[in-house]
């Protein structure tokens, strides 16, 4: 059995059968990390002895369970910025280099009671904030499907783990597409949870217990199951909430002659390339073809731009807790002299992180009101479809901030940051989101779109992805690897 490229679920299985052992497959994965990763510097903190020796305990145990957890025997590696306890936990600043995890993140340990077993962390930008993956600590990552290009960010390393086959699956973190950006850019499954499905403890430099506005923590896996799987393993609230419980709705739909589904290829907010936007026009007349329900048209009851302005906003106020207070000096100088309606991306960012508690509470209040407008617009609509960002994996640019770069999308310059507008579309109005492959550009790049759906309905999303995971493309295997 080649394990290479197969889904957590094929790997359980296998094992449960008796054809491969915990050891064999995890002693696999480690010699493809071994083989493979000096040209990606995606696995930047390794833990081989450790999960060799957890590999054998459950190799042991394997006969005495009646039934396999969920995960039994699956390799994976998780994103630097969870804690795994005797490791490094540093989101890639050299002051943190050497803060080391006394215990593991809840939903490291919630993955590890279904099985899993952690080879080792993958690599990210520094504080999380880049659609790159390089760190003044451990370097840069790059892209299987091309070495001069990003894997993408936050979860860079995580998506170029996956695309080249170091594991089976893996967890990252989301507050600016940061799961759905590099499986988008690496060819790969990602799923953005709805806002507090999964509790982040253990997901904070600072050690922080609250869940800060708008980011998330969830899967990325190379099929849309293996994602279902690892929600389902991560999900759930925590001891202290012991008066609340999840219950996740079943899938809306069975079929695609189920599905009633609203595409939005492009926006003149943040244009598309042309070759990704015609992609979006291809599925939605294979959809209709199929039986669904499409409109290219229907869109929720709100401003798009103004829902933009309110995301930027919110999303710099949720950053401001990773920033230390020497930045937040720098970022009150902007706004000296700036006129109130200026909204240049460097006064997005300050005036968002400055943000006064009454004045978020407006920008709050104006989010629940787009809120109530998508759920309106899911009464009528099962998902919607729409791209992850403006172009396919970019070459790596280390100019400076991602506010201060440009990139060509139609032959015309557009500012890096502008591709927020894609990321805010889920994230702002607390919606789940999974990350899917959509196609390949002229030069053989993966892209990827993300299947939005109501609040808490993460299965819908997921079994949408499923279906096109059959009828339209899936996961598929970068030259060389």
């Given at each position: 059995?080649?394990?290479?490229?197969?889904t957590?679920?094929?790997?359980?299985?296998?094992?449960?059968?008796?054809?491969?052992?915990?050891?064999?497959?995890?002693?696999?994965?480690?010699?493809?990390?071994?083989?493979?990763d000096?040209?990606?510097?995606?696995?930047?903190?390794r833990?081989?002895?450790?999960?060799?020796?957890?590999?054998?305990?459950?190799?042991?145990?394997?006969?005495?369970?009646?039934?396999?957890?969920?995960?039994?025997?699956?390799?994976?590696?998780?994103?630097?910025?969870?804690?795994?306890?005797?490791?490094?936990?540093?989101?890639g600043?050299?002051?943190?280099?050497?803060?080391?995890?006394?215990?593991?993140?809840?939903?490291?340990?919630?993955?590890?009671?279904?099985?899993?077993?952690?080879?080792?962390?993958?690599?990210?930008?520094?504080?999380?904030?880049?659609?790159?993956?390089?760190?003044?600590?451990?370097?840069?990552?790059?892209?299987?499907?091309?070495?001069?290009?990003?894997?993408?960010?936050?979860?860079?390393?995580?998506?170029?783990?996956?695309?080249?086959?170091?594991?089976?699956?893996?967890?990252?973190?989301?507050?600016?597409?940061?799961?759905?950006?590099?499986?988008?850019?690496?060819?790969?499954?990602?799923?953005?949870?709805?806002?507090?499905?999964?509790?982040?403890?253990?997901?904070?430099?600072?050690?922080?217990?609250?869940?800060?506005?708008?980011?998330?923590?969830g899967?990325?896996?190379?099929?849309?199951?293996?994602?279902?799987?690892?929600?389902?393993?991560?999900?759930?609230?925590?001891?202290i909430?012991?008066?609340?419980?999840?219950?996740?709705?079943?899938?809306?739909?069975?079929?695609?002659?189920?599905?009633?589904?609203a595409?939005?290829?492009?926006?003149?907010?943040?244009?598309?390339?042309?070759?990704?936007?015609?992609?979006?026009?291809?599925l939605?007349?294979?959809?209709?073809?199929?039986?669904?329900?499409?409109s290219?048209?229907?869109?929720?009851?709100?401003?798009?731009?103004?829902?933009?302005?309110?995301?930027?906003?919110?999303?710099?106020?949720?950053?401001s807790?990773?920033?230390?207070?020497?930045?937040?000096?720098?970022?009150?100088?902007?706004?000296?002299?700036?006129?109130?309606?200026?909204?240049?991306?460097?006064?997005?960012?300050a005036?968002?992180?400055?943000?006064?508690?009454?004045?978020?509470?407006?920008?709050?209040?104006?989010?629940?009101?787009?809120?109530?407008?998508?759920?309106?617009?899911?009464?009528?609509?099962?998902?919607?479809?729409?791209?992850?960002?403006?172009?396919?994996?970019?070459?790596?640019?280390?100019?400076?901030?991602?506010?201060?770069?440009?990139?060509?999308?139609?032959?015309?310059?557009?500012?890096?940051?502008?591709?927020?507008f894609?990321?805010?579309?889920?994230?702002?109005?607390?919606?789940?989101?999974?990350?899917?492959?959509?196609?390949?550009?002229?030069?053989?790049?993966?892209?990827?779109?993300?299947?939005?759906?109501?609040?808490?309905?993460?299965?819908?999303?997921?079994?949408?992805?499923?279906?096109?995971?059959?009828?339209?493309?899936?996961?598929?295997?970068?030259?060389?690897?």
């Amino acid at each position: 059995m080649d394990l290479t490229f197969q889904t957590a679920g094929k790997i359980r299985a296998a094992i449960a059968a008796g054809k491969v052992s915990c050891l064999e497959v995890t002693d696999y994965f480690i010699k493809r990390i071994e083989t493979h990763d000096g040209a990606l510097n995606a696995v930047v903190v390794r833990d081989f002895e450790r999960a060799r020796a957890r590999a054998k305990q459950l190799d042991r145990q394997r006969k005495k369970l009646a039934k396999l957890p969920s995960l039994f025997g699956v390799p994976m590696t998780v994103k630097e910025s969870y804690d795994v306890a005797g490791l490094p936990t540093c989101w890639g600043l050299p002051a943190f280099a050497g803060n080391i995890a006394k215990e593991d993140a809840l939903s490291i340990a919630r993955l590890k009671d279904q099985g899993a077993i952690i080879l080792g962390k993958t690599n990210v930008p520094v504080l999380l904030a880049d659609w790159q993956s390089f760190n003044p600590v451990y370097g840069s990552t790059n892209n299987p499907w091309d070495i001069t290009r990003s894997p993408g960010g936050s979860s860079g390393g995580s998506a170029a783990s996956l695309a080249a086959g170091f594991c089976a699956l893996e967890a990252g973190s989301d507050i600016g597409a940061s799961i759905r950006d590099p499986a988008h850019y690496c060819g790969v499954y990602g799923h953005k949870p709805t806002w507090g499905v999964i509790p982040p403890r253990g997901h904070s430099l600072a050690g922080n217990h609250t869940t800060t506005d708008l980011s998330v923590i969830g899967p990325l896996a190379r099929s849309a199951a293996d994602l279902a799987t690892a929600l389902a393993a991560m999900a759930g609230p925590e001891a202290i909430d012991c008066g609340f419980k999840l219950d996740l709705p079943k899938p809306r739909v069975r079929s695609l002659q189920d599905l009633r589904i609203a595409v939005m290829a492009d926006s003149p907010i943040c244009p598309v390339a042309s070759e990704i936007s015609a992609e979006f026009a291809a599925l939605a007349k294979f959809l209709r073809k199929s039986g669904a329900k499409v409109s290219e048209t229907a869109r929720p009851a709100f401003d798009m731009r103004q829902a933009h302005v309110n995301y930027s906003l919110l999303l710099n106020a949720a950053l401001s807790a990773r920033m230390p207070d020497e930045t937040i000096e720098r970022l009150r100088h902007l706004l000296d002299g700036k006129a109130a309606d200026d909204l240049s991306p460097d006064v997005v960012v300050a005036r968002g992180t400055l943000l006064e508690h009454r004045l978020w509470l407006r920008e709050h209040e104006a989010r629940y009101r787009m809120r109530a407008a998508w759920a309106a617009f899911f009464h009528d609509w099962d998902v919607l479809i729409a791209p992850v960002g403006s172009t396919a994996a970019l070459p790596h640019d280390q100019s400076g901030p991602m506010w201060q770069r440009f990139i060509d999308v139609n032959g015309k310059q557009q500012n890096f940051a502008d591709q927020l507008f894609w990321a805010g579309l889920a994230t702002n109005p607390l919606l789940p989101a999974t990350a899917a492959p959509l196609g390949f550009t002229k030069s053989g790049l993966p892209f990827g779109m993300q299947i939005l759906g109501a609040p808490f309905a993460d299965r819908t999303t997921i079994a949408v992805a499923a279906m096109l995971e059959k009828s339209w493309l899936g996961f598929e295997v970068p030259p060389g690897y």
